[in-house]
Nanobody, 120 residues
Framework: QVQLVESGGRLVQAGGSLRLSCAAS????????MGWFRQAPGKEREFVAR????????AYADSVKGRFTVSRDNAKNTVYLQMDSLKPEDTAVYYC?????????????WGQGTQVTVSS
């Protein structure tokens, strides 16, 4: 079992920056691909970014490419999402998720989410 706890969400003005953190309980954190997802009111949850276990491969949704950066510190069992040049349309609950590096597809482990609100 992997437990995930997100933090860092808050109200921020458009153009501002925010860094989200996700702390994981996994004993072998470096063997998990970590993903960030978000869900805005009335919309389906969507993929934002992911990073593989040793941190040398990342992927981003087109809507955040060039503005968001995913990173991880395996010594601290933590993954981060640095969000720059924030836009009102980035407003959502942000979730981190984990899956084994050997699995492609769905994420079995999810955090409770953290609210990000971007004001115009």
């Amino acid at each position: 079992q992997v437990q995930l706890v997100e933090s860092g969400g808050r109200l921020v003005q458009a153009g501002g920056s925010l860094r989200l953190s996700c702390a994981a309980s996994a004993r072998t954190f470096s063997k998990y691909t970590m993903g960030w997802f978000r869900q805005a009111p009335g919309k389906e949850r969507e993929f934002v970014a992911r990073i593989n276990g040793n941190g040398d491969r990342t992927a981003y949704a087109d809507s955040v490419k060039g503005r968001f950066t995913v990173s991880r510190d395996n010594a601290k069992n933590t993954v981060y999402l640095q969000m720059d040049s924030l836009k009102p349309e980035d407003t959502a609950v942000y979730y981190c998720a984990a899956r084994s590096d050997t699995v492609v597809g769905q994420y079995p482990y999810w955090g409770q989410g953290t609210q990000v609100t971007v004001s115009s």
